[in-house]
Each structure stands twice: as structure tokens, then as C-alpha cells.
């Protein structure tokens, strides 16, 4: 059975600090890795996706993967109220699948 | 571009009766999949399509089905409902070309069983 394990927090953090979301999944195929966002009575809303080991950048966001671990994170910089949502880590057991696993979310609060 | 867009957003069904929900994915995506939220179970995928046949499916009893149409709308049934079908429904879209697709949800249904 594939997993996707989150903390489910809450994660709360100071206004301006920087937010760290972790994720592990089960299934060493798996290839790539997304992390969704979700405000409270809505639906999930794609941040970002990364495909190979390493940092993948994208304004204050920042994902990370590291497939020998099985980790993913996501790094969230200068962090806003704004941000306060559930972050949900999604993983693609490979090319071609299009059943996306996932974790069920952290709760981040950030604090004004 | 129009987002993905589900209908209807609400609904009350009771006991044993069925439910149809609707998607419109992003114009051009041919791939549409289905996914129920709960709070205790999170997202969890049913199925999905691609060029009107069924590629994908998960771990959901026969009584959720679902279909898509030459124009690539989906609609997901669920028949005999039961008070724990109660979830939010979403659906999401791709390109369906393969390789390392990306998935972008619809606002979902909320589906209350009474």
C-alpha cells in the first residue's frame, strides 16, 4: 500500500520566519512529487511540483527532494498570514499514472 | 483559460438514493480524475479517465462509477448512498499526454448525505 506520511501540526510560525513542511512516501518508484495548498472550504491549489533530487525554487517557495530518503519538503520563506492553509503533499507512482497519493496535509498558522 | 469547473457545488441526498456529479476540465486536457475528501480519510483517489475509457481506478466499492464524454466532461455516480459518502468531491485535470503530468482541481462538490 503506497503512503504519504505528513505531520498534521499545527505548524505555527511568526510572521516574516520561514515554514518547513515535511513529507515521506512509501514507494520508492514513485517520480514525481507535488505540493498542494488548501484554504479551509476549498479546493487543494497546485504550489509547486519537483521531478528530480535536489532544490526547485519558485518565488518564496522552495521544494526539495531527496528520493534515497524518500523525503520531500517544502520551504516556505518570508511566510504571510496569507499562507496560513492546510499544505498537502501529493506523490505520482510514475510516468504515465495519473493517481496522485496523498498525505493528509499539514495545518500551517502564521502568526501576524 | 478557463479553470476546471464542477456542478453541482452543493448537495442533500438521504439514504439510498443516487447522485450525479458533473466536471468540465481545463480546454485541451483530456484526462479527468475523481477524488473524495473527508476529514478522517483526506483525499483519496477513485478513478480516472482518459479519452472516454476508464484508466485509472481505486480502491472504492462498484457502487461509485463514473464516465467521460467525447468532448472530455466527466460524471462521476454514486448509487445506494450511504451517510459516509458524505465528502467533498473534487475532480482534477491533466493534459493526459503522459510523462510527468500535473493536475489541477476543480472547486468540488459537497455532497451531505442524510
Known amino acids: 500500500q503506497k503512503e504519504v506520511e505528513q505531520n498534521s501540526g499545527p505548524l505555527s510560525v511568526p510572521e516574516g520566519a520561514i515554514a518547513s513542511l515535511n513529507c515521506t512516501y512509501s514507494?520508492?518508484?514513485?517520480?514525481?512529487f507535488f505540493w498542494y495548498r488548501q484554504y479551509s472550504g476549498k479546493s487543494p491549489e497546485l504550489i509547486m511540483f519537483i521531478y528530480s533530487n535536489g532544490d526547485k525554487e519558485d518565488g518564496r517557495f522552495t521544494a526539495q527532494l531527496n528520493k534515497a530518503s524518500q523525503y520531500v519538503s517544502l520551504l516556505i520563506r518570508d511566510s504571510q498570514p496569507s499562507d496560513s492553509a492546510t499544505y498537502l503533499c501529493?506523490?505520482?507512482?510514475?510516468?504515465?499514472?495519473?493517481?496522485?497519493?496523498f498525505g493528509k496535509g499539514t495545518k500551517l498558522s502564521v502568526i501576524p | 483559460k478557463a479553470g476546471v469547473t464542477q456542478t453541482p457545488r452543493y448537495l442533500i441526498k438521504t439514504r439510498g438514493q443516487q447522485v450525479t456529479l458533473s466536471c468540465s476540465p481545463i480546454s485541451g486536457h483530456r484526462s479527468v480524475s475523481w477524488y473524495q475528501q473527508t476529514p478522517g480519510q483526506g483525499l483519496q483517489f477513485l478513478f480516472e479517465y482518459f479519452s472516454e475509457t476508464q484508466r485509472n481506478k481505486g480502491n472504492f466499492p462498484g457502487r461509485f462509477s463514473g464516465r467521460q464524454f467525447s468532448n472530455s466532461r466527466s460524471e462521476m455516480n454514486v448509487s445506494t448512498l450511504e451517510l459516509g459518502d458524505s465528502a467533498l468531491y473534487l475532480c482534477?485535470?491533466?493534459?493526459?499526454?503522459?510523462?510527468?503530468?500535473?493536475?489541477?482541481f476543480g472547486p468540488g462538490t459537497r455532497l451531505l448525505v442524510l
Open positions: 482534477a485535470s491533466s493534459t493526459g499526454a503522459g510523462g510527468m503530468e500535473t493536475q489541477y
Open positions: 501529493a506523490v505520482n507512482s510514475g510516468a504515465g499514472s495519473y493517481q496522485l497519493t
Open positions: 514507494d520508492r518508484g514513485s517520480q514525481s
